[in-house]
């Protein structure tokens, strides 16, 4: 491999490298939701919860803290899920042809 063709694949991965730290910055910005019976819940797309809703009036027993926990972790975890899925998404397009060199890099 030639010193030309080496130093072009650097340049490359340092552009990659400045992509994925924008993107992270980014994406520690973006935002998903997701619902469940009467919780909703935010989480940023770098998958940390940011916030939780609960509708009292969608509830059928405002006092059934056993339904109230489970819809909040089924809308925990689809919002996470979501955040993944997007971490995922946008990490790829950042990495572009080195995303087959480092796979799981997001």
């Keep these: 491999m030639s010193i030309r063709i080496l130093g072009r694949m650097m340049r490359k991965l340092q552009d990659a490298r400045s992509k994925v ?3 992270r910055v980014e994406l520690t910005a973006r ?31 405002p006092l059934d803290m056993v339904e109230l926990k ?25 990495l572009g042809e080195f995303e087959t060199i480092l796979p799981g890099l997001f």
């Design 31 to 61: 935002r998903v939701e997701a619902e469940c019976g009467a919780v909703k819940v935010v989480a940023s797309c770098n998958k940390q919860l940011v916030s939780m809703e609960v509708d009292r009036e969608s509830l059928s027993d």
């Design 21 to 23: 730290d924008e993107l």
């Design 70 to 94: 489970k819809s909040f972790l089924a809308a925990s975890n689809e919002a996470l899920e979501k955040a993944e899925k997007e971490l995922k998404e946008e990490g790829k397009k950042a």
